[in-house]
């Protein structure tokens, strides 16, 4: 379905009755890497799923799309649905937009998994990376992407995975440049959620990837340890929705319900 935002347009998908589950996907990701998990998911709930900024089917707003700006967007999305309280799974930076969102319109948070993603800010190492991939990508799109995309999946994976490692990869090179470079700048500016994650009032869950090569999920591990979230490490990389599908789909049912 498509809404009108800002003089661009928002794609998005309203499957289901029930409880309401956001699905939130990742940097060069849209929709579609929630197919599996939604038609599961739908039998029992009402499943939305929202094309961030600048990816997928939903247009760009600007040349920094922070993610507060995204936030918005997915607020405005449910407002026009008239939902009022539901469960987000958000990926990677996915998980950033919903962590975000929460801070903004905590009241309507029932719930939120992170999945192979973090309630940090990026490094200062993490930002220069970014800021180099910025660059770089205006002259050489389709390496940059095939390169940073090559780091998400564990070595065996891209070999086990092969067709869904080739057909996520497709749907990372189209994503416009804007969209990327946009993305990135924003990705960078997120502040540090720590503190909140940890007050939260509502249910949460952290989802990773023991071979995660994106995060620190030793770092991760200790923390949610230590603070009474609940945790679970796949023995895979970043992309725990293929990589361990059906161990990921049993945790996530479970959190839902």
């Known amino acids: 379905m498509i809404l009108q935002y800002k003089g661009t347009t928002i794609f998005y998908t309203d499957e289901g009755k029930g409880s309401v589950v956001i699905l939130l996907h990742g940097f060069l990701e849209d929709t579609s890497m929630w197919n599996d998990a939604k038609n599961i998911i739908s039998k029992k709930n009402r499943v939305i799923c929202i094309d961030l900024l600048g990816h997928g ?9 922070t993610m507060e700006d995204m936030a918005n967007m997915v607020y ?22 919903a962590l975000t969102f929460a801070k903004l319109y905590t009241q309507n948070v029932k719930g939120l998994c992170l999945l192979n993603s973090t309630y940090k800010a990026d490094s200062s190492e993490r930002k220069i990376l970014r800021t180099r991939a910025n660059k770089m990508v205006q002259n050489n799109f389709e390496n940059m992407v095939r390169m940073s995309f090559a780091n998400l999946f564990s070595a065996e994976s891209k070999t086990i995975y092969k067709e869904e490692y080739e057909a996520a990869l497709l749907i990372a ?8 470079m946009a993305a990135q700048e924003g990705m960078k500016l997120r502040e540090d959620s720590s503190s909140f994650f940890i007050e939260a009032p509502f249910k949460k869950m952290i989802l990773l990837g023991e ?47």
């Open 57 to 65: 089917k939903t247009g760009s707003i600007g040349y920094i799309h």
């Open 76 to 97: 405005f999305v449910l407002k026009h649905l008239k939902l009022r309280k539901y469960t987000f799974i958000g990926h990677s930076m996915g998980g950033y937009v």
């Open 173 to 180: 090179l189209k994503t416009p440049l804007q969209g990327y």
């Open 211 to 257: 071979k995660d090569t994106v995060l620190d999920t030793k770092n991760i591990l200790q923390f949610s340890n230590k603070n009474n979230i609940p945790i679970h490490v796949f023995t895979q990389g970043h992309m725990s929705h293929i990589e361990n599908k059906s161990e990921f789909l049993k945790k996530i049912m479970y959190f839902i319900e």
